[in-house]
């Protein structure tokens, strides 16, 4: 069996379905009898890469969302045929929106379907899932809004993804007064928020007005670091934090591979999350993995995914993201306790799971 994976949409490994993308390829098992070949732009030849050697195969087109939903809808069928694919898996449906092919397709969904907003792309898209052999969803979460959107015809089978032990690990020996993750060395303590800028339900404006009534309320010394590539929502929250009297106590940093993250995470009080229709909800998981207790969103699939450990609050009440801020620095057994369940929540959480459970799940195809 031969399984062509689309590395388009997947914005160059540095967006959460890039990371699933890579993880993927880093953890398909060396023996596995299927064989697998990636295609997309030439610029991400490199890109995704792990121990098992995975042919390429480079599509020479424009590098940008248009360009490449119209290769999707005039070139994907010849291209299949061509390269003699059984079946496709596409990380990024929900970007590229396939059409009609006479291969199977495998379609990865990690956010509801419902709160897609343009017609267009809805449309497009639900066409593709009606058409899929198989919808993997990133959560039951997802599952259920798949469901509920009328999407029950189709199978859709929920696969969790993982995380990167040899990544994501307490750091014990970490007692410096600075981060130093060059270009920058972030003075500590800070609280860290790690997610794309992307739209207004990440809940950065919200975060940051949390920030500030934290910090008139306890003059604590604390910074906030929002770390995640820019999206289509950046501006309004590069202006958020520019505006606020605690501009010089905030900071952006862009993307940051998963090495440097990891460090970013160790060396914080601890990782706030307030993303509302999250379905994978990945970052709270590798903080927790990380040692460092969560305070998060309780919406989306983030109770699914970190169960107990975390503190959840609303998202809209910038007030109780405040009180819960406190909490965690004030409260020491508190704090050693959320860790503790962390621990033990994210030991469950690995891509080696996700690969198999996906792998058999084509398989019944």
Not at 123 to 143: D, F, N, P
Not at 230 to 246: L, M, N, P, R, T
Not at 250 to 277: E, M, R, W
Not at 333 to 349: D, F, H, P, Y
């Amino acid at each position: 069996m031969k399984i062509g994976i689309d590395s388009f949409g997947c914005n160059h490994g540095q967006s959460g379905t890039g990371a699933y993308l890579l993880n993927i390829v880093k953890n398909i098992p060396q023996d596995s009898p299927t064989d697998f070949e990636l295609f997309g732009l030439e610029i991400d030849r490199y890109t995704y890469t792990g121990d098992t050697e995975i042919p390429f195969s480079s599509v020479t087109i424009d590098d940008n969302i248009k360009a490449i939903r119209r290769w999707h809808k005039r070139r994907l069928k010849q291209f299949c045929k061509k390269n003699k694919y059984d079946a496709v898996i596409f990380p990024s449906a929900m970007q590229v929106l396939p059409r009609k092919i006479k291969t199977k397709s495998i379609l990865l969904i990690n956010s509801p379907y419902s709160i897609i907003e343009n017609r267009k792309e809805r449309k497009l898209l639900k066409k593709a899932l009606l058409r899929a052999s198989l919808i993997i969803a990133s959560s039951e979460y997802v599952r259920q809004d798949l469901l509920e959107s009328g999407f029950g015809e189709v199978k859709i089978v929920p696969v969790h993804y993982g995380i990167d032990h040899k990544v994501f690990f307490p750091l014990t020996d970490f007692d410096s007064e600075f981060v130093d993750i060059k270009p920058f060395a972030i003075k500590r303590p800070y609280f860290i928020y790690s997610s794309r800028l992307s739209d207004s339900s990440k809940k950065h404006v919200e975060l940051i007005k949390a920030f500030e009534i934290f910090k008139k309320r306890t003059n604590y010394p604390h910074r906030l670091v929002l770390t995640g590539s820019d999206g289509d929502y950046s501006e309004v929250i590069h202006k958020a934090a520019y505006d606020s009297e605690y501009a010089s106590e905030i900071l952006i940093t862009g993307h940051f591979p998963q090495d440097n993250l990891k460090k970013l995470y160790c060396g914080s009080t601890a990782c706030i999350f307030p993303a509302v229709n999250e379905g994978v909800g990945l970052p709270v998981v590798e903080a927790m993995a990380c040692g460092i207790p969560v305070l998060c969103s309780d919406q989306g699939a983030l109770v699914e995914m970190a169960g107990m450990a975390p503190l959840y609050f609303n998202s809209d009440d910038v007030e109780e993201i405040a009180v819960d801020m406190q909490k965690v620095v004030e409260d020491k057994e508190l704090a050693s306790l959320m860790v503790q369940k962390g621990l033990e929540v994210s030991r469950r959480i690995n891509w080696e799971n996700t690969i198999k459970e996906t792998l058999l799940s084509i398989e019944e195809i």
